[in-house]
């Protein structure tokens, strides 16, 4: 079983709708969480950090489920820019911060 | 502000021969990680170096070689390389938080390497 799992997709998704996504992560002492974005053949750019009450960064929200191990991004009023696949990140609380990578979800927004 | 570089971008290598990924950053980062990415796999650490001279093996270090004589160099070696290690590779930095654990990490651009 792979350490954070994510649901590959494409998810296709309207310009304007909203999109939601999961992750699990299945060490439960993980310390942190993240989302990172990777556009096509570029390198991974962090997104945003999931901090346990939720947050928000404009059109981004993402929660954070301790009790069923898993992360969600929910992207709302979707820009043709947000096509890209995010990288689900746990951090399993190593000094050093290993991080855990998913293999991506990815996200379509189509005209 | 160059940031962290890679280089080459791409390369194309025979099985058996040495190759050397460079890994260069501006930030004077503690941290710098070598991960390698392919399809349905997620990136996965290969090495990882939280100094100069100080550096630990990642999930997947098999067939790698790493060294950082300064602290803004980190080069990968492949000391023979396989057709298996044809893959996407990223290297990143991060700097020390509070607790001295590394914080966001920040990668470069990518080298694309073939071994044929």
């Known amino acids: 079983r792979k350490e954070v799992e994510q649901d590959p997709g494409p998810f296709n998704v309207p310009e304007g709708a909203t999109v939601a996504f999961n992750c699990t992560y299945s060490n439960s002492a993980s310390q942190s969480f993240f989302w990172y974005r990777q556009d096509c053949r570029k390198e991974p750019k962090l997104l945003m950090s999931v901090y346990s009450s939720g947050n928000e960064d404009g059109r981004f929200t993402a929660q954070l489920n301790r009790a069923s191990q898993y992360i969600s991004l929910l992207i709302r009023d979707s820009k043709l820019s947000d096509s890209a696949t995010y990288l689900c990140v746990v951090n399993i609380g190593d000094s050093w911060g290993k991080l855990q990578f998913g293999a991506g979800t990815q996200v379509v927004v189509t005209p | 502000d160059a940031g962290i570089t890679q280089s080459p971008r791409y390369k194309i290598t025979e099985t058996g021969r040495q190759v050397t990924l460079m890994c260069h950053q501006t930030w004077s980062h503690s941290y710098m990680f070598w991960y390698r990415q392919d399809l349905g796999h997620g990136l996965r650490l290969i090495y990882y170096s939280a100094a100069a001279d100080i550096t630990d093996k990642g999930e997947v270090p098999d067939g790698y070689v790493v060294s950082r004589s300064k602290t803004e160099n980190f080069p990968l070696t492949l000391e023979s390389a396989t057709r298996s290690q044809t893959s996407v590779y990223f290297c990143?930095?991060?700097?020390?938080?509070?607790?001295?654990?590394?914080?966001?990490?920040?990668f470069g651009p990518g080298t694309r390497l073939l071994v044929l």
């Open positions: 990143a930095s991060s700097e020390s938080g509070s607790g001295g654990a590394p914080e966001t990490q920040y």
